[in-house]
């Protein structure tokens, strides 16, 4: 009976929207995963602080970026803001396939890859080419990988399917993947202060290009049939033979149980729309600035009041 009026209700405010009317479940926590880089958990706390704004009980869940889409499809966990084509497609789509919601993409446009030091354009002539890379490969060797190039790679969960890749182009290359996002920025401080040769894992929209300048190495362009069918692109016999998804969508996640229990809160994450430039800054808070992502989040409410206002329209 309470659960049936708590509905009724929830058509009625929905018709009439007010700064902290709220006519659905406000005990049982709408869960908003989180995970192990920066922007993802300003932006998760940015949009916990706002449906808490509005009378929402908020709980945070930190999950593998890949066993995360599980959990959503299982109802385990309820709200992703950062759905990154690049890395989570494949794990995205089976998800929805079993149920999850796809709440829409960020206007924002991403890129996920391989990633050098503009100094290094001397060094290695013809770069960006993945080919002048490789052939530049032995100024990137290190005693951990003997007569490769080291290639600094992603922690394991976020799926990018590197030492598969290097195998597939033949690349005198090894991956060393780092156990967190920090060791990446650490390798890339630490070279380029020395202006030594380094190609790492990086990503846009991130703080990185405030303060380093740099570029993507450019692989055989993305296709999805690179990832699905061997025969597509030089290797005949490999999946993984061209680069990740130069323009990549950013998309949001439910859970089905998101849409049934909290459907005015749906209606909210839909909505919810971050730009490139405000990714950037909401890492910059936390990686240059130190902040943490909760407070981060707070004055990125403060300083982007319009965006805000649009979402809760
Ligand atoms: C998923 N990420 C943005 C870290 O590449």
Not at 182 to 192: F, S
């Amino acid at each position: 009976m309470k659960a049936f009026k708590a509905i009724a209700l929830a058509g009625v405010f929905g018709m009439f929207a007010t700064a902290g009317a709220l006519a659905e479940d406000a005990t049982d926590p709408i869960k908003i995963i989180t995970n192990n880089w920066t922007s993802q958990l300003v932006l998760s706390n940015v949009v916990g602080q706002v449906l808490q704004s509005k009378g929402y009980n908020i709980e945070y869940k930190s999950s593998d970026t890949q066993l995360q889409y599980t959990a959503l499809a299982a109802g385990d966990m309820d709200f992703q803001v950062e759905v990154w084509e690049g890395s989570q497609a494949e794990s995205f789509d089976k998800a929805v396939a079993a149920g999850a919601l796809d709440l829409g993409a960020h206007e924002a446009v991403t890129r996920e890859d391989w990633w050098y030091p503009s100094y290094m354009n001397e060094m290695c002539p013809g770069l960006p080419d993945w080919k002048a890379l490789n052939a530049c490969a032995a100024k990137l060797a290190t005693a951990e990988t003997g007569t490769k190039g080291r290639f600094v790679g992603p922690p394991a969960d976020w799926g990018k399917h590197y030492s598969e890749r290097i195998q597939a182009l033949k690349m005198d290359f090894q991956e060393v993947p780092v156990g967190q996002a920090a060791t990446l920025w650490a390798e890339l401080q630490a070279a380029y202060d020395r202006k030594e040769p380094v190609v790492l894992f990086n990503w846009t929209p991130n703080f990185i290009e405030a303060k380093f300048e740099g570029q993507f190495v450019e692989f055989p362009t993305y296709e999805p049939g690179c990832f699905t069918d061997p025969k597509w692109g030089s290797n005949p016999d490999a999946i993984y033979d061209c680069g990740a998804p130069a323009k990549g969508y950013l998309k949001k996640a439910g859970s089905k149980q998101l849409g049934e229990k909290w459907p005015m809160a749906t209606e909210i994450l839909k909505k919810v729309n971050f730009s490139n430039p405000q990714i950037a800054a909401a890492a910059a808070m936390v990686d240059v600035d130190g902040m943490t992502p909760e407070d981060a989040a707070k004055k990125w409410i403060e300083t982007n009041p319009d965006s805000v206002k649009a979402w809760l329209q």
